[in-house]
């Protein structure tokens, strides 16, 4: 299929937190023109698995190269942890070779250099993102010397979406997962928050986390990581479209999806249905 040379970056999210990664992306670079892409009506990835992950951010990919974005950014955990790495080496040299699709665990990982001092490292997830230790992989790879506790967070998604991040439900739950990573070591000196909805409940997890613990919130790092993609690869930075315009497309419902959008955007959001 021949795609055309230039476009808007796309931005892909099995459901709505990829939106609080572009938020951040639009603050470091406004010129751009983006188009986001939520599989909502298959939202969430995190329980699927390997296999269906795979095969539904593929069909994702593939439409956003269709819509004209030389550059995709999978600014979710599940999909980056379980299709990334798939995509990248067998599909891309099929579909375009000089198209690129990029996660956000890697650029979260190489921040971890300049924050921790004891190398011990925790990480809220999904069930999904935990059992793929891929934050364990990437780590290893970049600090063979630290140490990484999963925890997985199967309510904290869910108190975001049902609008419950400032309710007392949310206490409950934030404190009960907070106790429990932090059981498996006290050493741990840095948490990743490994899921988009997250930040969201970041005005609980502070209230919980003890100070001097440095929680990460992925999206300005990826905000800042693309910047510097585009930097050291003017001749991506040259195909992607500067006209400073956000298109919001859903596999759900729209009126829903632009509801509940406004919540990670803190803005209007109109969005369209799509179909895979």
């Known amino acids: 299929m021949t795609y ?15 939106l609080s990664i572009l938020r951040e992306i639009r603050k470091v670079l406004p010129e751009r023109d983006y188009i986001f892409l939520g599989d909502n009506a298959r939202a969430p990835y995190g329980v699927r698995s390997y296999q269906l992950v795979y095969e539904f951010t593929l069909q994702s990919v593939k439409y956003l190269f269709e819509q004209g ?18 995509i990248q080496q067998n599909d891309l040299p099929g579909l375009d070779a000089t198209r690129r699709v990029l996660g956000v665990i890697r650029p979260t990982v190489e921040s971890l250099g300049t924050i921790t001092k ?42 975001v979406e049902n609008r419950e991040s400032d309710g007392d439900g949310a206490d409950y739950f934030v404190s009960k997962d907070i106790n429990g990573l932090l059981a498996m070591s006290d050493k741990i000196d840095t948490v990743i928050l490994g899921c988009t909805h997250y930040p969201l409940l970041i005005n609980k ?12 919130e992925q999206g300005g790092i990826v905000a800042e990581s693309l910047k510097d993609y585009l930097v050291r690869h003017p001749e991506m930075s040259s195909r992607c479209t500067r006209g400073g315009s956000c298109r919001y497309l859903t596999t759900e419902n729209a009126e829903r ?15 369209s249905h799509v179909t895979l």
């Open 257 to 271: 999806f632009s509801s509940m959008a406004s919540l990670f955007t803190g803005e209007d959001v109109v969005a």
């Open 69 to 86: 974005c030389p550059l995709v950014i999978l600014a979710c955990n599940t999909a980056s942890a379980k299709a990334l790495r798939t």
């Open 4 to 18: 055309n040379e230039m476009g808007p970056i796309g931005v892909f999210d099995s459901g709505f937190g990829g």
């Open 205 to 216: 997890i502070h209230k919980f986390m003890p100070p001097h613990i440095r929680v990460i």
């Open 118 to 159: 004891t190398g011990h490292i925790g990480v809220f997830g999904t069930p999904g993102t935990i059992q793929s230790e891929s934050y364990n992989i990437e780590i290893a790879k970049m600090y063979p010397d630290y140490q990484v506790f999963g925890h997985a967070c199967p309510m904290w998604v869910p108190l």
